[in-house]
């Protein structure tokens, strides 16, 4: 199929300039981290490499049904000489397919007529929100209950059947896909010198060969207990952009008839896959606060209303190892992000904490794992980050904003997605992703006075952790709705300047009134938790917009941002695994 090129050769220069497109720069085949590796590790993750790259293939077509033609065009038009299309695949190799929001919040539509749809590429393209809706009821009131859970998982693709629709798993819709990507694992597992990590390789295979999610229920228990391995390999599966799935939390007339039928909708997963190598130094790291988290859980908003994966405690001096034993963490060195947790739109993710609430493996006694990513939180050029610094914040400040710090907050922010209701928010539908990102940031932020009471945090650490924060949170344009993740930094900064917590000083830059910071965050969090608890669309829909303002202040530094800095998007650059990928 042939496509026409969007963006003029003017644009496309312009984007893959290295002003405009920053660049990760991930292991390559001389870090120090590759060539200490055993020889069987070695020849494990070249196995794994080859596993996240098929993983990649599948997400595309996951993320639009015409990436996979998209790319193959490119590709043809790239070996004639076509210098547009040159181009154009830097940016599809970037964001990993045809449509994307930049760091401005502009749509980047990479061929003519092609679209991002709410449905992305797990819903018929021509399928409405009203249809679908109309076709769910009419299921329903037929007495198709089944056939609708199944179109509400996390992990079906949706086809027309006549009137109807029709769900089918991703393991039967990229059957051939998953049995290859099996066998690249259970390769991996004959060869690494970890024991753990190879009953989770052959844990994981079986899971992507059968239609059983308890086999990945237990795939994902298993991972999640992974503390001391060489290798790091995750299967990411999240759920922030499907748009479809959760309209039904709007139909009045169907929410009802699925809560009738004890049907619980789920947004559906993209796939993603990490690849890595443990770095023990920084593991040894993360483990220092992983006893103050049932001090933590402790210390959540009506702790008493509901369940938490971590188990409150009043003292971090009790069984700490016994209590706490669900919740694990990993500091990686990067090979290679494939799919979902590899597409750099806007911005890329510095760690994820996994499996999210509505797995199975949650529900059977397993835990969760944080997995930090080291190459992305890197700064690669401090000129200009002085020169925001310079141009954004009160000089007087400039004492207390450390990078580092961005890492601790982070770690605060993985750990609080244990922390607080663990069940039922998918009822806030699409608000629910933003209102848990915002509750992860939140009790970040309003536990640093309880880490730093007990020993954790240093009075300088919990002002950099405050001042650090505060200067990454603003962003250089308003986001659409559609991105959580920055949805919750507006509604943050709103909330802060509102309660003192933020000013704009006589010369229109940033200060943080720090001792305002955590009473502030504390009161957000409450507020949010609430909600949560609640699982009320309206009360969630109600508290999102009420906050989600672009402000004059936020407008003033946006436009200060956009001035310094012209970085548009991003990508990886990954050498290691380009050459595993080649053996």
Not at 440 to 450: C, G, K, T, V
Request: aromatic residues 8%.
């Amino acid at each position: 199929m042939n496509y026409e090129l969007n963006l003029s050769m003017e644009e496309l220069e312009k984007r893959t300039d290295k002003e405009y497109l920053a660049t990760k720069k991930l292991l390559t085949p001389e870090s120090k981290e590759y060539l200490d590796l055993q020889e069987g590790d070695k020849k494990a993750l070249k196995y794994l490499v080859k596993a996240g790259d098929i993983l990649e293939k599948i997400n595309m077509q996951l993320d639009n049904k015409e990436n996979l033609g998209f790319k193959a065009f490119l590709e043809e038009e790239i070996t004639k000489g076509n210098r547009q299309a040159e181009l154009t695949k830097i940016l599809f190799d970037a964001q990993k397919g045809l449509c994307s929001l930049d760091r401005e919040s502009n749509k980047i539509e990479l061929a003519k007529g092609i679209k991002e749809l709410p449905g992305k590429g797990l819903y018929p393209e021509n399928l409405t929100k009203e249809e679908f809706h109309s076709i769910l009821i009419n299921m329903l009131n037929e007495g198709k209950v089944e056939e609708v859970r199944k179109i509400l998982n996390q992990r079906s693709v949706i086809i027309r059947d006549g009137e109807y629709l029709k769900a089918i798993d991703y393991i039967d819709c990229f059957k051939q896909d998953f049995s290859k990507m099996a066998d690249w694992l259970e390769k991996a597992g004959k060869v690494s010198t970890n024991a753990d990590f190879n009953e989770y390789m052959k844990l994981q295979a079986e899971a992507l060969r059968k239609v059983d999610p308890m086999l990945d229920a237990y795939a994902d228990k298993k991972w999640a207990t992974l503390e001391d391995t060489p290798l790091e390999f995750t299967i990411t599966r999240e759920n922030y952009s499907d748009e479809m799935t959760e309209t039904v939390y709007e139909n009045e007339k169907l929410k009802q008839l699925l809560i009738e039928n004890n049907i619980e909708p789920v947004s559906k997963d993209f796939l993603g896959a990490r690849i890595g190598i443990v770095n023990k130094e920084g593991t040894e790291y993360l483990f220092k606060i992983k006893k103050y988290l049932p001090l933590l859980a402790y210390n959540m908003p009506f702790k008493d209303e509901y369940e938490q994966n971590i188990k409150p405690q009043n003292t971090v001096l009790a069984k700490v190892k016994d209590e706490n034993s669900s919740q694990t963490m990993v500091d990686v060195d990067l090979v290679q992000v494939n799919g979902d947790v590899g597409a750099y739109r806007a911005g890329i993710t510095l760690a994820e904490n996994l499996p999210n609430d509505d797995k199975m493996s949650l529900k059977i006694g397993g835990g969760r794992r944080n997995v930090y990513h080291r190459q992305i939180r890197f700064i690669s050029d401090y000129t200009k980050l002085q020169k925001r610094l310079d141009t954004l914040l009160d000089k007087e400040q400039h004492k207390f904003y450390l990078n580092e710090a961005d890492h601790w907050f982070t770690i605060g922010h993985e750990n609080a997605h244990s922390l607080g209701p663990n069940k039922g928010t998918e009822a806030l539908g699409k608000y629910k992703s933003i209102i848990e990102e915002n509750k992860a940031d939140m009790a970040s932020l309003a536990m640093i006075d309880i880490l730093r009471d007990n020993g954790m945090y240093t009075e300088e650490q919990y002002n950099q952790i405050c001042v650090t924060f505060v200067a990454d949170n603003f962003l250089k344009s308003k986001p659409t709705l559609s991105q959580a993740h920055r949805v919750r930094s507006v509604m943050q900064n709103k909330y802060l300047f509102d309660h003192g917590a933020i000013e704009l000083n006589d010369e229109g830059k940033i200060h943080v009134n720090i001792e305002k910071v955590v009473p502030a965050a504390k009161a957000m969090l409450a507020e949010i938790v609430r909600i949560q608890i609640d699982r009320d669309f309206a009360k969630g829909e109600k508290y999102v917009l009420d906050n989600f303002v672009w402000t004059e202040e936020m407008e003033q530094i946006a436009a200060k941002m956009r001035e310094i800095d012209k970085n548009l998007n991003g990508r990886v650059e990954a050498k290691l695994a380009e050459k595993l990928l080649s053996e």
